[in-house]
C-alpha cells in the first residue's frame, strides 16, 4: 500500500515537473516571440492568468523618464512618477527574498491600506506583488488580485508564480533596458533633427529679408516638429500697452489666415497680464496650457475657440519682451512636454532676432508714415536696379507722382487729416503694384516707384492703375465731408530716354509737372520726342 502511494506521489511530481517544464518551454517562445516590451508584457500577462485561472493580473514597467507605467492595453491605467512619490522607498519595503510576496500575509494591514490609497490600487486590491528590483532601481511591478472566487492562493500556485517570476526576471530587465535604449535613440534623432531645424531657421534669420516670409517659415517648422494644428505670433502695441495677433498659421480657413497676415483683419488686442498670452509677456517666462479651455487663466474671446492645449513663449530681443508665439492643439489629443517647451524657446528665440532685426531695418528704411522707403534708401535701390537693367540688358521705367491739392487738404483740414491722405495713398500704391516694384516716398506728397524689367508700354498700364486705384479712395474727415484724392504722374524708362539714375528722375519729374499743367489726376511719358499724354482708356501715348 505504502508502495503504491510512493509511486502515486512520483507521479504526481513527474506530472507537476512536466507540466512546469512544458510552463517554461511556452515562456521561453513568448519571450523571444515579441520585440516590445509592451506586447511581452501582455503575452506574459496571458500566460500567468490562464495557469492561475484569475484575469486581474497587472504589470507596471519603468519607461525612459523612470515613470512606473501600465502596459499600454491594460484596464487599468497607471502612472506614477518616483520624484513626486516615493513608489521606490515603499515598494522595496515589501520583503525581497520571496519570489512573490502574499500582501495578506503583511503584518500591519494598516500600511498595506496606506499603500493601496496612495498610489491608486485600492480598485485592484492586488493580493500578491512582485517587485523586480536592482540597486535599488525597481524596473518593474507584477500586481495580482484576489481570485474571483475569493480562494487563497495554494503553495503550489505561489511556488508557480516564483519560479516564471524568476525565469522572467532576467527577460524583463533585458527588455526594459533594451526599450530605454530605443527611446534614447529616438529621443537623440528627434534632438537632432530640432537642432537642424534650428540651424536652418538661423541661416534663414540672415539671408531672407522679407519678415513675412520668415515667420510663415518659423511657424511651420514649430508645427511640424510639434505635431501641432495651429500657430499665432502676437506683437506688443506701445501706443495702448496690449497684445495683438499680427500673423497666424494653420487656419482651416485659407482666406481669413491670408486677411488676417495682410492686415485686413484686425484681431482682438488683450492687456498685458491678460490671459495666458499677456502673462507670459508680463513675466517674460513660457507657459504649457493642457487643460485646453478649461484652463481659468483663458482670455475668452481670443484664446479659447476650439483650444484643448496651448504652449506660449515669450519673443524677447536684448531683453525686452516684443511678443508672443503660441501653439495650439498637439495633435492626436497629446500633451505638450518640456520637450517642446525648451524646443520653441530656442526657436523663438530666432524668431525675435529676425523682428528685431527687421523692426531696425524698417527704422533705418521706411518712412514712419506711409511704411513705404525713405528717399535715401530708395535712391540706393534705384542705383542698385539699374546696374542690374544695364548688365542684362532690361528695360526699366521709373513713375513719379504727387497728390493734387494737398496743401489745401492741409491747409483747410489740418495736418492730421493730411496724414490720413498719405497713409490712404501710400497703401494704394502699396496694393496696386507687383511684388518686384519698389515704392518710396518720395518727399511731402510726392511718391517715386521703380519697375524693374518694365518697358514704357507695360509702365503706362501700371500708371493707370495706380491712379485709378487712388481716385476711388475716400476719407471721411467729419459727418457729410469726404476728401477724394487725386494723383498727377509722370514717367520716363531707361535706356531709351536716360541711362543713369539722376537723369531719369529729372526727365520723370519733368512729365510730373507736365501732367499737373495739363488739369492733373492723369498720366504724362516721358519720350525721346518731350513729353505726352498717356491715354486714360487705352494706356497709349497720345501725341500732343
Not at 509677456?281 to 483663458?298: E, T, V, W
Request: hydrophobic fraction near 40%.
Amino acid at each position: 500500500m505504502d508502495t503504491e502511494i510512493k509511486t502515486t506521489d512520483k507521479f504526481q511530481e513527474l506530472e507537476n515537473d512536466i507540466q512546469e517544464l512544458n510552463s517554461l518551454v511556452e515562456l521561453t517562445f513568448i519571450s523571444n516571440q515579441y520585440s516590445d516590451i509592451d506586447e511581452f508584457l501582455a503575452a506574459v500577462k496571458s500566460f500567468i492568468s490562464k495557469h492561475i485561472k484569475n484575469s486581474n493580473v497587472h504589470f507596471l514597467y519603468s519607461d525612459l523618464n523612470n515613470v512606473l507605467r501600465s502596459t499600454s492595453g491594460d484596464e487599468y491605467q497607471i502612472h506614477i512618477n518616483p520624484l513626486e512619490d516615493d513608489i521606490y522607498t515603499d515598494l522595496l519595503k515589501f520583503p525581497q527574498e520571496n519570489q512573490c510576496y502574499k500582501i495578506s500575509e503583511h503584518q500591519n494591514k494598516k500600511e498595506v491600506e496606506i499603500f493601496y490609497e496612495k498610489y491608486n490600487f485600492t480598485e485592484l486590491k492586488p493580493e500578491c506583488i512582485k517587485v523586480f528590483a536592482k540597486s535599488e532601481w525597481v524596473c518593474a511591478v507584477c500586481l495580482i488580485s484576489k481570485k474571483l472566487d475569493e480562494s487563497e492562493y495554494s503553495f503550489k500556485e505561489m511556488n508557480f508564480l516564483g519560479r516564471i517570476f524568476s525565469f522572467i526576471d532576467p527577460i524583463l530587465q533585458k527588455y526594459i533596458k533594451k526599450s530605454v535604449a530605443d527611446a534614447e535613440i529616438s529621443d537623440l534623432h528627434k534632438t537632432l533633427n530640432k537642432i537642424s531645424i534650428l540651424y536652418s531657421i538661423s541661416q534663414a534669420v540672415n539671408f531672407i529679408d522679407d519678415l513675412k516670409r520668415l515667420l510663415k517659415i518659423v511657424l511651420t517648422k514649430a508645427l511640424d516638429t510639434l505635431q501641432a494644428e495651429k500657430a499665432s505670433l502676437m506683437f506688443y502695441d506701445y501706443a495702448d500697452n496690449s497684445l495683438q495677433i499680427k500673423f497666424v498659421f494653420g487656419l482651416s480657413d485659407k482666406n481669413i489666415e491670408a486677411d488676417i497676415n495682410n492686415g485686413l483683419i484686425e484681431c482682438t488686442k488683450i492687456k498685458i497680464s491678460e490671459g495666458i498670452a499677456g502673462s507670459v509677456f508680463a513675466q517674460k517666462k513660457s507657459i504649457i496650457c493642457n487643460l485646453g479651455q478649461n484652463d481659468p487663466r483663458f482670455y475668452s474671446s481670443h484664446e479659447s475657440s476650439h483650444t484643448n492645449s496651448l504652449l506660449c513663449v515669450p519673443l524677447i530681443a536684448k531683453g525686452e519682451a516684443i511678443g508672443v508665439i503660441n501653439i495650439t492643439n498637439k495633435k492626436g489629443d497629446r500633451l505638450f512636454t518640456r520637450a517642446d517647451l525648451e524646443f520653441m524657446e530656442a526657436l523663438a528665440n530666432q524668431a525675435a532676432i529676425a523682428i528685431d532685426n527687421a523692426k531696425l531695418y524698417e527704422l533705418a528704411t521706411k518712412d514712419g508714415l506711409t511704411k513705404l522707403y525713405i528717399y535715401r534708401h530708395f535712391y540706393t535701390l534705384l542705383e542698385n536696379e539699374l546696374r542690374r537693367a544695364a548688365r542684362y540688358e532690361h528695360p526699366m521705367t521709373i513713375l513719379m507722382m504727387d497728390i493734387d491739392n494737398f496743401k489745401k487738404v492741409n491747409d483747410t483740414f489740418g495736418h492730421l487729416v493730411g496724414d490720413q491722405v498719405l497713409r490712404e495713398v501710400a497703401s494704394v500704391i502699396s496694393n496696386s503694384i507687383r511684388k518686384i516694384d519698389i515704392a518710396a516716398r518720395y518727399g511731402g506728397e510726392e511718391f517715386a516707384i521703380i519697375l524693374p524689367e518694365t518697358c514704357a508700354n507695360d509702365a503706362k498700364i501700371i500708371a493707370n492703375r495706380v491712379r485709378d486705384n487712388i481716385s476711388k479712395i475716400s476719407v471721411n474727415v467729419r459727418e457729410g465731408i469726404n476728401i477724394c484724392p487725386t494723383v498727377s504722374v509722370g514717367m520716363s524708362e531707361f535706356p531709351s530716354c536716360a541711362e543713369d539714375e539722376v537723369t531719369l528722375l529729372e526727365l520723370a519729374d519733368i512729365a510730373l509737372y507736365q501732367s499737373k499743367a495739363a488739369g492733373k489726376n492723369i498720366v504724362y511719358e516721358y519720350t525721346p520726342f518731350g513729353c505726352q499724354m498717356v491715354d486714360l482708356e487705352t494706356g497709349l501715348t497720345v501725341e500732343s
